[in-house]
């Protein structure tokens, strides 16, 4: 006689199942689509006075709204439609300008009582509904004028080191013209620049009382400070998108100056805008000195207090791109501050410069861009320009105690600031500043349009597979169907948990995972059905059935699971999200398809003497 499973086996099932359907339930509750406003600059509050003009904004398109939510300085707002999702965010941008983000969301509905459990649904990929693609171009013409400045500063240095007398350096487009005070100072000069700097043509002129020499960089030059700047941009920019937590993201080079980002399954995107956009960067410089030349000095407003300011030195010490690590923290008075380390080429500088000038004070400067829009009339349409402003204001103006390396901190933030900031700088400096080309938040009517297909050929291929092995196993078959259907919700929890991203590869994975789970139990059927032609008892053919076909359904499972292990490691994006599912699908198929529907099986004929089974083919 066939044995039933012991009571902790069976007790193991049940709660295996239990604790899958839990799991999988938060993905009834599909999202509201929403619009979230956040604050441009960190720290700033939400007043009611914006809330209230989001609201007329809505109301004067006819944008029907319900539960709004604040959250700190973030608002948002649930629509009754996807559709009403690009107008509300295009006229509520429009009314606050550029001090506001307004991006597209999706509010969870997903009960309370679930997600106290740790539960929620799958996320979606940019394929399906949430998501935004970013079109950024690096500026370059701005990053070769800074290459300049900086070898201005160098040729300073490095003449007065040689003794070689010059009166001026001046920038001219992407030259530098120096005058020399004689022509034999220059071709010593000459000399020393081509063993020193080979990336420079000369050409010498004679204005008035100087000889000049004009340096123009070369084109391979030029050529390789893009490649870097792409390349770090990319780094950066990934290393954010890291920080941020987003799954599977997509950054790439496309073309020779412009990279794609693709955010799949971003919650916050607004946030994601704001870090991603942020060309946020640090400039370390000592204050003016009293009678220094205004030529050779600048004067910037503080951060904090618009109505402060300070006049510092052109000179740079050091940038944001020297910081190798930033942490937020607070000071032994509990102000917020960011705990700086420099690389070694940044704290030497940075050594030398505050060496002499202790008891000086030195200015954090905050660099940052920021995109401003403008609307112009184009063929009769009000059309949004943007353009790209530079800000720069002073966070910090502390006096120099003692001689600063490679670690110090800086204080004067508010805790959102510093936050950020310390996110910002570990994550890397943009090489050279960038802003949006294009900005492209993946529709919800395609999502929509998406998902449905991809519902409808999972219940529709599940359906043909419930009906034939119904009709084709009897019983058995149902059994079949009640472990296939145990397997679906057993992987959608899964992948839940781990906070997988459900692409339509993904999607194709799971129809997959269908057809696999449903050849598990046809190899164990067609083998009891053999069993029971060599004239073997209903039980003894049950028990010989499983036991047999198991070996044949370990190895073919096992060699699709390396395969799909092999895509996970090799393969980007989608890929990846076909063999996620593949591999959970596997491992469901192979405890349902064997283990559940042994005990449903062993629960129906365990325990008893029979003479025949419902599995088809037999009487």
């Known amino acids: 006689m066939l044995n039933k499973y012991p009571l902790w086996k069976n007790l193991l099932i049940v709660l295996a199942l239990i604790f899958a359907c839990l799991y999988a339930a938060p993905n009834l509750y599909p999202p509201d689509a929403a619009i979230q406003v956040t604050p441009a600059r960190s720290g700033a509050e939400m007043s009611e006075a914006v809330l209230t003009k989001v609201r007329s904004a809505l109301q004067e398109r006819n ?34 300008g ?26 979606l990929g940019l394929d399906l509904s949430g998501g935004v693609h970013f079109l950024m171009e690096v500026d370059m013409d701005d990053y070769v004028k800074s290459k300049i400045a900086n070898y201005r500063e160098e040729f300073r240095n490095r003449l007065r080191e040689e003794q070689l007398k010059y009166r001026r ?46 340096l123009a960089i070369t084109e391979a030059k030029i050529k390789e400070f893009e490649d870097y700047a792409i390349k770090q941009n990319l780094t950066t920019l990934r290393n954010r998108v890291n920080e941020l937590g987003v799954a599977e993201p997509l950054v790439q080079r496309q073309g020779r100056n412009r990279i794609v980002v693709e955010l799949p399954g971003v919650q916050d995107t607004a946030e994601a805008k704001k870090i991603l956009g942020k060309a946020a960067n640090l400039e370390f410089r000592l204050e003016a000195e009293p009678g220094a030349s205004r030529f050779q000095t600048e004067e910037y407003a503080f951060r904090n207090e618009q109505f402060r300011t300070a006049r510092l030195e052109k ?24 705990n700086i380390d420099l690389d070694a080429k940044g704290g030497a500088m940075m050594t030398q410069v505050t060496r002499k000038a202790v008891k000086r004070r030195m200015a954090v400067l905050f660099v940052e861009r920021k995109p401003k829009t403008t609307y112009e009339l184009v063929d009769g349409v009000e059309t949004p320009k943007t353009i790209q402003i530079v800000e720069k204001s002073i966070i910090s103006l502390a006096t120099i105690q003692s001689t600063l390396g490679n670690s110090f901190r800086i204080t004067g933030l508010e805790s959102a600031e510093a936050s950020e900031l310390a996110l910002l700088l570990r994550a890397g400096a943009l090489a050279a500043p960038m802003y949006f080309v294009e900005e492209r938040t993946v529709g919800p009517s395609l999502g929509k349009e998406n998902i449905e297909m991809g519902i409808n050929s999972v219940v529709l291929g599940l359906a043909l597979v419930l009906v034939l092995m119904a009709v084709y196993y009897r019983l058995f078959g149902l059994v079949a169907n009640v472990a296939l259907l145990a397997n679906i919700v057993i992987l959608i929890a899964l992948m839940s ?14 129809v997959l995972t269908v057809g696999m789970a449903v050849d598990a139990n046809v190899l164990i059927f067609a083998r009891i059905r053999e069993e029971l032609g060599n004239g073997r ?34 393969g980007t994006g989608p890929v990846k999200g076909f063999a996620v599912t593949l591999s959970f699908g596997i491992i469901t198929s192979m405890f349902t398809a064997i283990v559940l529907t042994r005990a449903i099986i062993n ?17």
């Not at 000179?315 to 960011?338: C, H, K, L, M, R």
């Open 537 to 570: 008892s209903p039980q003894q053919a049950i028990h010989e059935g499983y036991n047999r076909a198991f070996i044949t359904i370990f190895d073919a499972n096992l060699t699709t699971l390396i395969v799909a292990v092999i895509l996970f490691a090799v």
């Open 497 to 510: 948990m781990i906070g997988a991203t459900l692409t339509l590869p993904g999607i194709a994975g799971i």
């Open 169 to 214: 350096i001046q920038i001219e487009d992407h030259k530098l013209r120096i005058s020399f005070v004689d022509a034999e100072v220059r071709a010593q000069a000459n000399s020393f620049i081509s063993r020193t700097y080979p990336e420079f043509l000369q050409e010498n002129e004679d204005k008035g009382e100087y000889a000049d020499v004009v």
């Open 98 to 123: 550029d001090e506001f983000i307004v991006a597209l969301n999706l509010a969870p509905t997903t009960p309370d009582w679930l997600l106290n459990m740790g539960a929620g649904p799958m996320t």
């Open 315 to 338: 000179a740079i010490i050091a940038t944001g791109d020297s910081v190798t690590n930033a942490q937020p923290s607070f000071d032994e008075n509990g102000f917020p501050q960011v």
């Open 63 to 96: 944008i029907e709204f319900f539960g709004e939510e604040v959250t700190g300085s973030t608002a948002l707002f649930r629509l009754t439609s996807n559709e009403n999702q690009l107008p509300a965010k295009d006229a509520v941008q429009r009314l606050l």
């Open 603 to 619: 629960w129906i004929y365990g325990g008893r003497r029979i003479e025949t089974l419902s599995i088809g083919g037999q009487s």
